[in-house]
């Protein structure tokens, strides 16, 4: 038998990472895990997702993560043979069948808006040639199918979008502004429309 080998290709989304986080080894490497995060200095972060077994033996031919509140995908990189639907909430890999044992990885390119310390789960669903699937979705993480989680440190996170700014001129002298702006718009009609009169 092999040792395991690691057959995601991470290099297309590596430019720029400034620091890689590495999870805890209890959560790496056993069913549908996040293995790490990789921030990026523009805010976004790669999240590599790995599994390591298929469905009962049976080798795997899809993975499919739900990004949770606070997450967008972005882009992400498919494992050799295999091809990836990305949209906002949901990343989708599928491709030929890996055989059970084998420890392949998915990246996916995420904007993350939270607080340092906060859990974000991405419940994950595998499935297997067999017909067989996994429902990666346990979220307290002591069930029998934990869903894939990380912890978030700052350098992980997007700055939430700013908040619309606040009317910079009080209530009082704007109404007196648009007032002075409608009575001039008044005083340019009626000096166009007699002007177009006079040319009758
Ligand atoms: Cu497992």
């Known amino acids: 038998m092999n040792a395991?080998?690691?057959?995601?290709?991470?290099?297309?989304l590596?430019?720029?990472v400034t620091a890689v986080?590495?999870?805890p080894a209890t959560?790496?490497?056993?069913?549908?895990?996040?293995d790490r995060v990789e921030p990026r200095d523009d805010?976004?972060?790669?999240?590599?997702?790995?599994?390591d077994h298929g469905c009962d033996g049976a080798p795997t031919d899809a993975v499919q993560v739900t990004m949770p509140e606070g997450v967008e995908a972005l882009a992400a990189v498919a494992p050799d043979g295999w091809t990836v639907?990305?949209?906002?909430?949901?990343?989708?890999?599928?491709?030929?069948p890996v055989a059970d044992g084998e420890v392949t990885e998915l990246t996916v390119d995420v904007r993350m808006v939270g607080?340092?310390?906060?859990s974000f789960v991405f419940p994950a669903v595998q499935e297997c040639t067999s017909g067989d699937s996994y429902d990666w979705a346990d979220t307290d993480g002591s069930g029998a199918h934990p869903a894939p989680m990380l912890v978030a440190t700052s350098s992980m996170l997007s700055a939430p979008p700013a908040p619309a700014a606040p009317p910079s001129?009080?209530?009082?002298?704007?109404?007196?502004a648009l007032a002075v702006a409608s009575v001039g718009a008044g005083v340019g009609g009626g000096w166009a429309a007699s002007r177009h009169r006079r040319r009758l």
């Open 27 to 34: 959560s790496a490497a056993a069913h549908v895990s996040v």
């Open 85 to 96: 639907d990305v949209t906002p909430d949901q990343v989708r890999w599928a491709g030929e």
């Open 115 to 118: 607080t340092a310390g906060q």
């Open 43 to 51: 805010g976004t972060s790669a999240v590599t997702f790995v599994f």
């Open 4 to 12: 395991p080998q690691r057959v995601g290709r991470r290099a297309a």
């Open 21 to 23: 986080v590495l999870l």
């Open 169 to 176: 001129v009080p209530m009082g002298p704007l109404v007196a």
């Open 14 to 16: 590596a430019a720029a």
